[in-house]
């Protein structure tokens, strides 16, 4: 079968750093994402890894291991608008995207 | 500019109606997909097509029907089956076929209640 598993909630403190954890089951993986989705809105697409290792995009990174079904968004100098939920989705090759409950994100001033 | 694009934004339906959500996408993707979500919760897949005129059932298909006869539209019919329809209805697309697929790029969504 296939599953994907995030934290329901975190909170972190304007300025700094906090990692949200995704863990993944699937037999036929072909690329992890991470989406943030604003209350009331559509998820907009933040990153994407297909191979093994750290992907940085400015402020924020995501980083992927396969062979543990692993993957984290790292998010830096964290700003109140980053206060939003966060989805990893993987593709299933040839299919879909599957996609998490969601990690709801709080940034305290 | 190329996008997605859901209306309407917001939807009233009275129990007992069939009503259809339209998506048309400009970005020239083969693969199409419809999500459902509910407060506090994540995606939902309700069908998915990644070529024209074929479409697959996702998780939660039953009370949907879709169909995809142009490449670019791929609109979602929610039946009087639907038990419980009130939810926000997320269409996206994507390259598809696999290796080379980009993300899934998301149109506005839908918000659909029942009265």
């Known amino acids: 079968g296939q599953n994907i598993d995030q934290p329901t909630e975190m909170t972190a403190t304007e300025g700094a750093i906090v990692q949200i954890n995704c863990t993944y089951q699937?037999?036929?993986?072909?690329?992890l994402f991470w989406y943030q989705q604003h209350a009331g809105e559509a998820p907009t697409f933040l990153s994407y890894?297909?191979?093994?290792g750290l992907e940085e995009k400015g402020r924020f990174s995501s980083f992927l291991s396969r062979s543990k079904g692993y993957s984290y968004l790292l998010l830096k100098e964290l700003q109140m608008k980053d206060s939003a939920s966060y989805l990893c989705?993987?593709?299933?090759?040839?299919?879909?995207?599957?996609f998490g409950p969601g990690t709801r994100l709080s940034v305290l001033p | 500019d190329g996008g997605i694009t859901q209306s309407p934004k917001y939807l009233f339906r009275k129990e007992g109606q069939n009503v259809t959500l339209s998506c048309e996408q400009n970005?020239?993707?083969?693969?199409m997909y419809w999500y459902r979500q509910d407060p506090g919760q994540g995606l939902r897949l309700i069908y998915y097509?990644?070529?024209?005129?074929?479409?697959q059932k996702g998780d939660i298909a039953e009370g949907y029907s879709v169909s995809r006869e142009k490449k670019e539209s791929f609109p979602l019919t929610v039946t009087s089956a639907q038990k419980n329809p009130t939810a926000f209805y997320l269409c996206?697309?994507?390259?598809?076929?696999?290796?080379?697929?980009?993300?899934?790029?998301f149109g506005q969504g839908t918000r659909l209640t029942v009265v």
């Open positions: 970005l020239n993707h083969d693969a």
């Open positions: 890894n297909v191979l093994d």
């Open positions: 699937t037999s036929g993986f072909n690329g």
């Open positions: 097509s990644q070529i024209v005129n074929d479409f």
């Open positions: 996206a697309s994507s390259s598809g076929q696999g290796i080379g697929n980009t993300e899934a790029f």
């Open positions: 989705a993987f593709y299933n090759y040839g299919q879909n995207f599957v």
